[in-house]
Structure formats: structure tokens, C-alpha cells
């Protein structure tokens, strides 16, 4: 008797084959050697994108040189391509620090940094391939701790720019040529409202002092200008009048210049007629001796 379990299932009255066709067997095998190749071609390429470098690692060691940026081959499943960023990036920063007068004061500044292109595998090795926040950062910080730590309050506010300058240089000295730092902005300097309310009351009254000096000095110089005027004015009334004396015909000169064509009444000025005369109208005179 034939054994019932080698019959096909019956379902309906009706014989269902279940065995595959040889053509569907034929696709199922070519789709998985084309996903088998697939995959081994993506497991042996990369591609560095542009701005980045890459750091080639093989059974955990990292190659002395970076790969440049394009597309390239690995060995599969072995060979392991890292990027590591080259470009130009931003990072914001807070440094709490403090002044000359034991001011608290918390600075807020924008790092602007780069990795050069020869320090990229030292980069990875040192500082897992992101060097801010393990490099950058707490040497910015210290630097910024001692340049605020040889000014006072009010002038880390008013000094800006030296305080931006001298934090740079610092930075760089410390990080060395690792990395570039390329510029160190300051967005805000933020300090106590005490504090601020000081530093505001101590630079009016600088404005009102330079105000008043400027006033002093000015009335100074207007005095002085005044003097100076006056004893012109002296000096040359007394020389005019001593060159009057010496020369009393030019007096009679001037006075025959001016003569109006009236009889003039001359009374000496005094008995020896050595000083000029006193001219006056004849006509005043005559209306005088009117009874």
C-alpha cells in the first residue's frame, strides 16, 4: 500500500504540487549572490567626503598618513575608515573667571578653530578625532582666567579688544601647533547686577570729573586770554601815549585834518603850554557869553 504521507495535500477534492520551479530557484539564487556582492563592494569602499580626511585603521591600528578626500578601496570586514573634519568650525564657549578686585565675572566668547590637515592622525590617536572639547576648551578657559586676573572689573569691560588679543596668544601658547586657533570672539561679559550698577555710577562720575577739568582748563585759558588781551590793550595805549608827548605836532596835524571850517576857541591846557591844548567850538563859547 502506498504510504499516505508521501501523498501530496488534498484540499477542495484537488492535488496541490508544493515543489518549486527550477527557474524560481534559478532568480532566488542569482538575487542573493548580487546582495552578497553588494555588500562586499560597499564593505570594501568609502568615500572621504570634501572638508574631510581619514584616518585608515586596520585590526585597530591607525596609519601614519590621512587618505585625501575621494573614493577609494578597503579590505572588507578588516579595514576601517574614520573621517576626521578639517574645516573651519565655531564652538561657543563660558569661562567663569575672576577679576584683579576678586570680581566674578562670566565670559562668553565664540572659538574659532581648524585642524591642520598634518595633525589629523595625531588628532584621532590623542583626542578620538574631536580635539574641542578635551584640548580647546580648558585651555581657552585657563587663558582667559589669567588675562581677566590682571584686570580689574571695570576695565576687562572697557578693554575688550586687549583682553580678546592677550587670550588668543595665551590660547595658542598652550595648545600649540596642534591645532589653529584663528580667532577667539567675545559675545558678552556678564557680571553682577552690583557690580554692573558700580562700574555705571564710577564711569559717571569719571565723565562728570573730565567734564569739570575740561571746564576748569577752559575758564583758565579764558582768563588768561583776558590778561593777555588787557595788558596789549595797556602797552599799546602807553606807547601811543608816550609818542604823543614826544611828538605834539602831530596832534596839531590831526586837528587841522579834522577842522571842520569853524572858528575853534584854543585854551591851553595848562601855564607852560607844554601839553596839547583843549579846542573847543567858538560858537559854544559865544552862546555861553549871551546874558
Not at 578626500?69 to 579590505?75: A, M, N, V
Not at 584663528?182 to 573730565?210: C, F, G, P, W, Y
Request: charged share 20%.
Amino acid at each position: 500500500m502506498p504510504n499516505p504521507s508521501s501523498r501530496p495535500p488534498n484540499w477542495g477534492g484537488q492535488n496541490v504540487n508544493l515543489q518549486m520551479p527550477p527557474y524560481l530557484l534559478k532568480v532566488i539564487a542569482v538575487a542573493v549572490v548580487v546582495f552578497v556582492l553588494v555588500i562586499i563592494g560597499a564593505a570594501s569602499s568609502y568615500i572621504i567626503e570634501p572638508g574631510t580626511r581619514g584616518v585608515k585603521i586596520t585590526l585597530g591600528k591607525a596609519e601614519d598618513k590621512f587618505l585625501p578626500e575621494g573614493f577609494g578601496f578597503r579590505t572588507p570586514f578588516i579595514t576601517q575608515i574614520v573621517p576626521v573634519l578639517i574645516k573651519q568650525r565655531t564652538v561657543t564657549l563660558h569661562a567663569d573667571c575672576f577679576s584683579s578686585d576678586l570680581q566674578q565675572v562670566t565670559v562668553e566668547v565664540c572659538v574659532l578653530y581648524q585642524v591642520p590637515e598634518s595633525s589629523v592622525v595625531q588628532i584621532f590617536r590623542q583626542y578620538s578625532g574631536d580635539p574641542f572639547d578635551s584640548l580647546i576648551a580648558p585651555r581657552v578657559q585657563e587663558a582667559l582666567k589669567e588675562v581677566t586676573a590682571a584686570l580689574t572689573a571695570d576695565l576687562i569691560v572697557k578693554r575688550r579688544d586687549e583682553v580678546k588679543t592677550n587670550a588668543i596668544a595665551a590660547s595658542r601658547l598652550k595648545i600649540g601647533e596642534i591645532l589653529d586657533v584663528k580667532d577667539i570672539v567675545i559675545r558678552n561679559i556678564h557680571l553682577s547686577k552690583e557690580l554692573e550698577t558700580a562700574i555705571e555710577k564710577k564711569m559717571v562720575a569719571e565723565q562728570e570729573a573730565a567734564q569739570a577739568r575740561f571746564t576748569q582748563v577752559q575758564t583758565q585759558v579764558e582768563a588768561e586770554t583776558a590778561v593777555i588781551r588787557a595788558e596789549g590793550e595797556a602797552k599799546a595805549i602807553r606807547v601811543r601815549g608816550e609818542a604823543l608827548k614826544l611828538n605834539p605836532a602831530f596832534i596839531r596835524l590831526q586837528i587841522v585834518e579834522k577842522w571842520n571850517g569853524k572858528s575853534p576857541l584854543v585854551v591851553p591846557a595848562d601855564p607852560n603850554n607844554s601839553g596839547p591844548n583843549l579846542l573847543l567850538p567858538l560858537g559854544s563859547m559865544n552862546g555861553l557869553q549871551k546874558p
